[in-house]
């Protein structure tokens, strides 16, 4: 089993749309979470953190659930240059907080 | 001009052949981090570097070595490529203060391809 599993999509939503995304850790000593956003072809970027009490910036919203150890991501009011992966990341404090990343999850949206 | 940058970008080379990918950083950060990255599974971590005398190994670091000869500079080497290692590798650095995790922030990215 993957120690940070994501649905690979893709997403496929129409400009506006609300969309969501799971991410689940098997570890259950992770610390730390995070939302990279990879586009085609191109490095990952962090996108958010994600706090235990959840947290928002601008249409994006990130939410955490340590009992059922699964992470969220909200997309609200999608737009066409929201369309890329989006990697949900963990870290525990073992090894200097070392990234284990999810496979990804792709999203197109669509005109 | 980029903060972390690789070479090369793209490299398509032979069984059995040498490679060196070279990574620069100009952000000043004492950390510094090999990844490759396959479809379907994420990115995972091949070495690791705290600071210029400490090398790590991560999850793959098998068929693959690294040196850090400054601290803007990290280097990985294939001493013998073998087709599965085709795949995108980034480097990625991040700074050790502030706090229990800092931002990694990743290079461009090199397609290796190992025919």
């Known amino acids: 089993r993957k120690e940070v599993e994501q649905d690979p999509g893709p997403f496929n939503v129409p400009e506006g749309a609300t969309v969501a995304f799971n991410c689940t850790y098997s570890?259950?000593?992770?610390?730390?979470f995070f939302w990279y956003r990879q586009d085609c072809r191109k490095e990952p970027k962090l996108l958010m953190s994600?706090?235990?009490s959840g947290n928002e910036d601008g249409r994006f919203t990130a939410q955490l659930n340590r009992a059922s150890q699964y992470i969220s991501l909200l997309i609200r009011d999608s737009k066409l240059s929201d369309s890329a992966t989006y990697l949900c990341?963990?870290?525990?404090?073992?090894?200097?907080?070392?990234?284990?990343f999810g496979g990804g999850t792709r999203l197109m949206v669509k005109p | 001009d980029a903060d972390v940058t690789q070479t090369p970008r793209n490299r398509i080379t032979k069984t059995g052949k040498r490679i060196m990918l070279e990574c620069s950083q100009t952000?000043?950060?004492?950390?510094m981090y090999w990844y490759r990255q396959d479809p379907g599974l994420g990115l995972r971590l091949i070495y690791y570097?705290?600071?210029?005398?400490?090398?790590n190994k991560g999850e793959i670091s098998d068929g693959y070595s690294v040196s850090r000869q400054a601290q803007a500079k990290f280097s990985l080497s294939l001493e013998s490529a073998i087709p599965n290692q085709t795949a995108l590798y980034f480097c990625?650095?991040?700074?050790?203060?502030?706090?229990?995790?800092?931002?990694?922030?990743f290079g461009p990215g090199t397609r290796l391809t190992v025919l």
């Open positions: 570890n259950s000593a992770s610390q730390s």
């Open positions: 952000k000043g950060h004492d950390r």
């Open positions: 570097s705290f600071d210029v005398k400490d090398i």
């Open positions: 990341v963990v870290t525990n404090n073992n090894a200097g907080n070392m990234l284990t």
């Open positions: 990625a650095t991040s700074d050790s203060t502030g706090g229990t995790y800092n931002e990694q922030f």
């Open positions: 994600v706090y235990s």
